[in-house]
């Protein structure tokens, strides 16, 4: 049997990649870009005219990259400038995730922003047109801030959490106090609590118990409180209203000194108290006319998603890396460095693509035999040189971070003062007119 002879109508594929581009078509009516990110949101006309350009050259680079002058290389245009697109926004992507390593720490609790669907922040937001992506945040430190907040707090050293306090009558003989009676239910007693319907069922955390003493009656007496003083100790502690004065020595003023000098700071009252479960049990049993009240200091549990009534400490704004305030960076604020590697990985996208194109026939009959296409081979050797570009930028980048780039400083400085110790100082030896011959 004899072969056919084949006549083909066109000696050329359905879709061949011209060898250049033309700026009309890069986003065309008919066939814009998939996002136009670059071109109908870009900041200014300059702006996108630059990624047209830059596109058109790609396809000039492409179509002699990958053999266009010796065989058809069956992509379009518009598979060029789409890959180009693509590359862009993934070189933008990994940037900003590696300015958010730098400022997320910073930056928390600001205000962020919302965006588009092409991750732009829309008009109107505080944010908008102010390129956040491009600039050095200062130095905050705000989850160190917020970390340490918690620990003062818990610690009882103020924080930002509101300190309340109530009080209750003493009474003769007993010992235990109902908590829950004495705080939550103060709390919906009077607009002029301060805690005024703030506890309800919420947890309270006791920081303080404490009385007050009476301020015309009793006496201080020296810097070690009033240890010369003879009075009723087991009401008053350290203090008074009758004192009488023994004449001592003054080494064992001395000796005094030093023994009671770190208790006058840890214990000037004779009470004590514990807490079991909602009940203040007082130590010893009060049983003096005085004090008449004691009082506590609290805090209430709070929402952690709760809003400050002043915004200092709120919950709302930048949490994490997908609420930072990051646009796609405006391609002409993208130096050579980054053009470079928009090139390269723009090339291994159409690569990609030209192997899907060839991989769905795997062999092209010719007269009398069949051309085996390389498509699976031009598809991994495409993927792989992307992941190998991702790397690239990403290894690069974790090496500019700002902690990297403070340890360079450091050592650099360590280095230069090594080497300064082992530098004899110049010194400059002149004469003076007298003795110039």
Same mark, same amino acid.
């Given at each position: 049997?004899?072969? &056919?002879? @084949?006549?083909?109508?066109?000696?050329?594929?359905?879709?061949? @990649?011209?060898?250049?581009? #033309?700026?009309?078509?890069?986003?065309?009516?008919?066939? /814009?870009? /998939?996002?136009?990110?670059? $071109?109908?949101?870009?900041s200014t006309a300059s702006a996108a005219h630059t990624f047209i350009s830059g596109a058109v050259?790609?396809?000039?680079?492409?179509?002699?990259?990958? !053999?266009?002058? $010796?065989?058809d290389v069956e992509i379009s245009e518009h598979q060029v400038y789409t890959a180009y697109e693509e590359s862009v926004l993934e070189y933008s992507y990994i940037v900003n995730v590696h300015q958010a390593k730098n400022s997320l720490s910073d930056m928390l609790g600001n205000a962020t922003g919302s965006f588009d669907e092409d991750g732009t922040i829309l008009e109107g937001e505080v944010l908008s047109g102010s390129n956040v992506e491009l600039t050095l945040p200062k130095f905050k430190f705000e989850y160190s801030k917020r970390a340490s907040d918690g620990i003062t707090e818990e610690a009882g050293f103020g924080a930002t959490r509101t300190v309340y306090s109530a009080s209750f009558d003493k009474v003769d003989h007993k010992q235990d106090y109902d908590l829950q009676n004495i705080i939550s239910g103060s709390s919906h007693l009077s607009s002029s609590f301060n805690f005024y319907q703030k506890v309800g069922n919420n947890?309270?955390? =006791?920081r303080r118990v404490f009385y007050r003493? &009476?301020?015309?009656?009793?006496?201080?007496?020296?810097?070690f409180?009033?240890?010369? #003083?003879? +009075?009723?100790?087991?009401?008053?502690?350290?203090?008074?209203?009758d004192s009488t004065f023994e004449v001592i020595p003054a080494w064992q003023n001395k000796a005094q000194a030093m023994a009671f000098e770190d208790s006058i700071y #840890?214990? @000037?009252?004779?009470?004590?108290?514990? =807490?079991?479960?909602?009940?203040?049990?007082?130590?010893?049993? &009060?049983?003096?006319?005085?004090p008449k009240k004691f009082w506590v200091e609290f805090t209430v549990k709070e929402n952690a998603w709760a809003e400050d009534?002043?915004?200092?400490? +709120?919950?709302? !704004? =930048?949490?994490?890396?997908?609420?930072? /305030?990051?646009?796609?960076?405006s391609y002409d604020k993208i130096n050579s =460095?980054?053009?470079?590697?928009?090139?390269?990985?723009?090339?291994?996208?159409?690569?990609?693509?030209?192997?899907?194109?060839?991989?769905?026939?795997?062999?092209?009959? $010719? /007269?009398g035999d069949s051309v085996v296409l390389n498509g699976p081979a031009l598809v991994s050797e495409g993927k792989e040189e992307q992941a190998s570009l991702r790397d690239e930028l990403k290894t690069t980048l974790d090496e500019l971070t700002y902690q990297r780039l403070t340890e360079r400083d450091a050592a650099i400085a360590t280095s230069t003062t090594t080497v300064q110790q082992s530098v004899p100082v110049p010194v400059f030896v002149g004469f003076s007119k007298e003795n110039k011959r």
């Open positions: 049997m004899s072969l &056919p002879t @084949l006549t083909p109508s066109s000696n050329t594929s359905v879709s061949v @990649l011209p060898a250049t581009g #033309t700026h009309s078509s890069v986003n065309s009516a008919d066939n /814009p870009l /998939p996002y136009g990110v670059y $071109i109908t949101k870009a050259d790609q396809v000039s680079y492409v179509y002699k990259k990958l !053999g266009g002058d $010796i065989i947890r309270v955390t =006791i003493t &009476p301020q015309a009656m009793w006496r201080f007496y020296g810097y409180g009033g240890l010369n #003083t003879v +009075g009723n100790l087991s009401n008053y502690g350290q203090y008074a209203d #840890t214990r @000037l009252s004779h009470f004590s108290y514990e =807490i079991k479960g909602n009940n203040l049990r007082m130590f010893p049993a &009060p049983v003096t006319s005085s009534a002043d915004m200092k400490n +709120g919950a709302t !704004g =930048i949490n994490n890396m997908n609420t930072l /305030p990051f646009g796609n960076i =460095i980054g053009k470079q590697w928009i090139r390269r990985f723009a090339l291994a996208v159409c690569k990609e693509m030209l192997g899907q194109v060839r991989s769905k026939f795997a062999s092209v009959p $010719i /007269p």
